[in-house]
């Protein structure tokens, strides 16, 4: 099945407008599970996903290495690749670790690049911006920042952004700073391509000028948001809204507790997508009252009913 939003793509898309921020399969006994990876790659895909990002923070790129990182960013490129954009996280607070990430991903294909600011250091702008574009110079792939300071301590500065701009391969900003209203502004002054990075603020953003999403809760809900995302470009509102509200449950379920990964492979366990919740420390898997929890929220919402009638 095509997404629907594949229609609507344009350079305003650079990486489609609905992507997954994928979480990671592993065995039980943690070892990177390839096949299923590319199971998971081809549901989402399937489900409305234009594109998806390997090795982000849901991914757990902090626990995962550069073998395995290429690895999987080839088996999803396999799996997908002619079908959606596959973004590969290249985040560090060390420079050259996050050139070298770079450089992997797209010896293994990637299509683009999601880049974090630096965590822990908190560097100066000047810092964050030289940071930026070393990693943008590393190789010919269109660049996705990504501001979520909640996480990183540390937030773009407009001034920043607008030099950013200026680079021919940043073409576009993962937002999950909360602030809506800068959104508008930020879109207007830099010319980049804007995508929401909280699930509950997708819609919100789309009025201020965002043209996508990178989300968690769209490893269940993706249709949902696919189908706002055409309701939004067609000018009706009204259903975008009720499909938002719709998806509303499983969003927070899935970020509610601040541990997206822990949850997604919860939901997708109960999905019978994956076969286990297995992670890596820090991370531990969601308790069975926690996976329970879940899945009793994809059962109101309808998701393990039509999870079943896929299979």
């Not at 950013?164 to 830099?190: E, F, N, S, W, Y």
């Not at 953003?205 to 490893?219: E, I, Y």
């Not at 055409?230 to 499909?243: F, I, P, S, T, Y």
Request: net charge negative; with cysteine; glycine share 8%.
């Amino acid at each position: 099945m095509v997404s629907p939003v594949l229609a609507g793509q344009s350079p305003v898309r650079p990486f489609g407008a609905v992507l997954t921020a994928m979480i990671t399969p592993m065995t039980d006994d943690g070892a990177i599970d390839l096949v299923a990876a590319a199971r998971l790659a081809e549901h989402l895909v399937d489900q409305g996903n234009d594109g998806l990002v390997v090795n982000g923070t849901t991914g757990e790129s902090a626990v995962t290495h550069a073998p395995e990182k290429a690895e999987l960013v080839a088996a999803v490129v396999d799996a997908v690749g002619d079908r959606a954009h596959v973004v590969a996280g290249a985040g560090s607070n060390d420079t050259v670790h996050a050139v070298r990430m770079a450089e992997q991903a797209a010896d293994a294909g990637a299509h683009g690049l999601l880049v974090v600011t630096p965590y822990y250091s908190r560097p100066s702008q000047e810092g964050l911006y030289q940071h930026m574009t070393a990693v943008a110079d590393a190789t010919e792939l269109p660049v996705m920042l990504y501001d979520v300071p909640g996480r990183t301590g540390l937030r773009i500065a407009a001034d920043t952004f607008d030099r950013l701009a200026d680079h021919d391969r940043i073409v576009a900003t993962k937002d999950a700073t909360g602030d809506v209203a800068a959104v508008a502004a930020h879109t207007q002054r830099t010319g980049l391509a804007w995508y929401c990075g909280d699930d509950s603020l997708y819609l919100a953003m789309l009025a201020q000028g965002a043209v996508g999403h990178v989300g968690v809760a769209t490893h269940v809900v993706s249709r949902q948001f696919a189908d706002l995302t055409v309701a939004w470009d067609a000018g009706d509102h009204g259903r975008a809204l009720d499909l938002l509200r719709s998806a509303l449950p499983v969003v927070d379920a899935l970020n509610g507790a601040g541990a997206q990964a822990v949850m997604a492979k919860a939901a997708m366990q109960a999905l019978g997508v994956v076969t286990n919740r297995a992670m890596r420390l820090p991370n531990v898997p969601a308790s069975d009252a926690e996976s329970e929890a879940v899945r009793d929220v994809l059962r109101a919402a309808g998701a393990l009913d039509l999870a079943r009638s896929a299979r």
